[in-house]
């Protein structure tokens, strides 16, 4: 599995090019999923705020927690890793880190959701701003938690990583608290305030 904090800049580098590369086949899947399932039709898929609500809304009856994960009640700290045993690698997307936002809560199901989702939100951010474009994510910083990571830099507040802006609108989705697509898009693309 990825452990991006231990990963040197070629790492990073190969690791995003690798991440790119199956951008343009997950998308496909996700528009051929909705497109399947009624949600949308093709021509409503166009990276635009109203197709993100369309894959948001597609997606969240299909968000799930991992078997025997239980959420721990409102503003208590939840569990430290994985609770039992965790598919094999190559049965969960690439960027999969356990530490990462305790994905490991969320199913493997989930977490392909999650993949095709954030590729949306971020190719929309890309569309929407000029010159936003992915990058490795990259900081002296101390305690910036994208280094390594796949990121898309050019936005008007920061950088963002979109598996995180997803893994963490599911978590409030799946906790019955509102979260939007279209809002993450709106506050980073900088047509609307935080």
Do not use: I
């Amino acid at each position: 599995m990825v452990t991006f904090v231990e990963m040197s800049a070629a790492e990073a580098k190969a690791f995003l090019e690798q991440f790119l590369t199956h951008g343009p086949e997950r998308l496909d899947a996700l528009r051929r999923r909705l497109v399947a399932d009624g949600a949308a039709r093709e021509d409503e898929l166009d990276l635009g705020a109203a197709s993100l609500e369309r894959v948001w809304d597609w997606a969240v009856p299909r968000l799930s927690w991992r078997a025997g994960y239980e959420p721990p009640p409102l503003g208590m700290p939840g569990p430290r890793g994985p609770a039992g045993e965790l598919e094999p690698a190559d049965e969960l997307p690439e960027w999969f880190d356990a530490r990462y936002h305790d994905a490991w809560r969320f199913s493997a199901e989930t977490l392909w959701v999650v993949d095709g989702v954030a590729r949306y939100l971020a190719e929309s951010l890309v569309a929407a701003v000029p010159g936003a474009r992915w990058v490795v994510g990259r900081s002296r910083s101390k305690g910036y938690v994208y280094q390594n990571h796949p990121v898309v830099t050019g936005l008007p507040l920061d950088d963002v990583e979109p598996v995180a802006l997803v893994l963490v609108a599911a978590g409030k989705a799946l906790d019955g608290r509102p979260s939007s697509l279209r809002d993450l898009l709106e506050v980073h693309a900088g047509t609307r305030r935080p």
